[in-house]
């Protein structure tokens, strides 16, 4: 079974500072890995994703995802955060059969 | 840009009625699926469609939901009747079903059932 766990229910970040969202993944086989981002009553934005090859994958908006095998982990990161980066974040996993599952989600806040 | 359109965009029924939502996947996607999303917690799939298949609906509450996707290209989601407890985000996504190609998602529907 395939799984992912976002640990943090909140982010907060000062604007121009660094921010990183963390994801862990469970999979039997090889993670296809996903990014989305959604702001208020609206749908789910795509960001990046891992297939396979560069562990660093590079994505929408600035974002830039890590892939860490050892570490069963794909943390999302920005070198320096917006505040109109403020949003909720989910981290994903894509099975054999092309369906998705989604993390608990992640509350971003960059402050002025 | 081409996107994922789905109306309506709210809707608002009392308990009890019947509520249909429809969703308009990209030109040439072959996959379809239905997510429920409630407030405060990921999206949670209800049904994936291969064009006018379903591929697994086993998440479906099928005693009070149906999903069809007849022609292979637009979808409609019924709930017969609606509980309180259905209240929430309905997003419908597409992708070209390639494996791990990324879904795109519409806008959803937020339902509220009073």
């Known amino acids: 079974a395939q799984s992912v766990a976002q640990p943090e229910d909140q982010v907060n970040v000062a604007e121009g500072n660094p921010l990183t969202v963390k994801c862990t993944y469970s999979?039997?086989?090889?993670?296809?890995l996903f990014w989305y981002v959604q702001y208020p009553n609206r749908g789910l934005q795509f960001l990046l994703k891992y297939i396979t090859g560069d562990n660093l994958v590079k994505g929408s908006y600035g974002f830039e995802a890590e892939f860490n095998k050892s570490q069963t982990s794909f943390h999302l990161k920005k070198p320096s955060a917006l505040v109109s980066d403020s949003a909720l974040y989910f981290c994903a996993v894509c099975n054999t059969g092309n369906q998705f599952y989604f993390g608990t989600g992640t509350s971003l806040t960059v402050i002025p | 840009e081409a996107e994922v359109a789905q109306s309506p965009r709210y809707k608002i029924t009392e308990k009890s009625q019947a509520v249909a939502f429809w969703c308009d996947p990209i030109?040439?996607?072959?996959?379809l699926y239905w997510y429920r999303q409630i407030l405060g917690q990921g999206p949670e799939l209800l049904v994936q469609?291969?064009?006018?298949?379903?591929?697994?609906d086993s998440q479906l509450p099928k005693d009070r939901f149906s999903a069809e996707r007849l022609k292979g290209v637009d979808s409609t989601l019924k709930i017969q009747p609606a509980e309180l407890g259905d209240s929430a985000m309905y997003l419908c996504?597409?992708?070209?079903?390639?494996?791990?190609?990324?879904?795109?998602f519409g806008q959803g529907t937020r339902l509220t059932v009073v």
């Open positions: 999979v039997s086989g090889n993670p296809y």
């Open positions: 469609f291969q064009d006018e298949s379903v591929v697994d």
């Open positions: 030109s040439g996607h072959a996959t």
């Open positions: 996504a597409s992708s070209f079903g390639g494996k791990n190609t990324e879904a795109f």
